[in-house]
């Protein structure tokens, strides 16, 4: 049976939450932009409408989120009161008070992504370490966890490019992970993924350890605005299909682009190679390439003025962005996040995809809200 100092903990930070998501601000904000959908001409310019009415949807999905909580909190109060007249029991009681307090947490996890890419899609890569079949068996591993990670959480999820492996597993593989906030949940799992268990590709059952690593940047759309130069550009295309030449497509619909990159700060310059064989439709499959370009070099200036922040926010902790960031040690039965130290026994559950307590520590310890 939860206590009276729970209790009113939930109500606590529900009505904290009301304060920092400014709900009643966001409410009137909601019928101001409402009224601008109604004017004369606002379809005239389609790409401001369509930014306009997200706009509001944005916003009535932070009021349904605090309604939400509300709600919750509400029954728990009110469940509390009829226990103490006999009407509900203890169990009744504490599964109130444990949705009440999911949704207290899952609303303050979601109001620490405050970053300007963090509501966006994502696009996420998995390129597979040396060490050959192992290696590869393990990024499909991991292709298979944020897959399930992304079905679990409602989030549309579609395989772009997948290189498979020699014998098993998968070489490469880029995801393009859509739904609310995927990046800012997923942006933590940017960096090397550490595999340690018994191979069964080793004949003598010796314990080998293998790595893999994962890129993710915020997906952009069409009203991001992003400078290409498309002289920088050159494209080939190729046959895509299965491993060992199953089901290849006659025609060439797979797309490989070249962009030519030089950083503006820097004058640095470097190759970036995108394959896309997300369709048999060539045109589709380069429009694919052209969107997943977009989001490179957003990213590319996105890190460029996180880095620039961060020398001014003195103490600010830093992030390695292509350092070894988690262990998954299966003889051990233990899954160990090195930024956090966060670990879980669930090592099953974790490659089955829930990896939601790592995302949380993660937000907690490198969120940049402020208190």
Known sequence: MITIEQLKDVKERTDALRRYLDVDGKKIQVEEEQLRTQAPGFWDDQKKAEAQMKLVKDLQKWIDGYNEVKTLADELEL???????????????DTAYAKAREAVEALELKNMLRDEADQMDCVLKINSGAGGTESQDWASMLMRMYLRYAE?????????NLQEGDEAGIKTCTINIEGDFAYGYLKGENGVHRLVRVSPYNAQGKRMTSFASVFVTP??????????ETARISWDTFRSGGAGGQNVNKVESGVRLRYQYKDPYTGEEEEILIENTETRDQPKNRENAMRQLRSILYDKELQHRMAEQAKVEAGKKKIEWGSQIRSYVFDDRRVKDHRTNYQTSDVNGVMDGKIEDFIKAYLMEFSSQES
Do not use: Q, W
């Open 219 to 228: 997906l952009v759309d069409d009203s991001i605005e992003v400078n290409i």
């Open 152 to 160: 679990t959480n409602g989030y549309k999820a579609t395989i772009a």
């Open 79 to 93: 469940a509390f009161d009829f226990y103490k007249e006999e009407l509900v029991t203890e169990e009744d009681v």
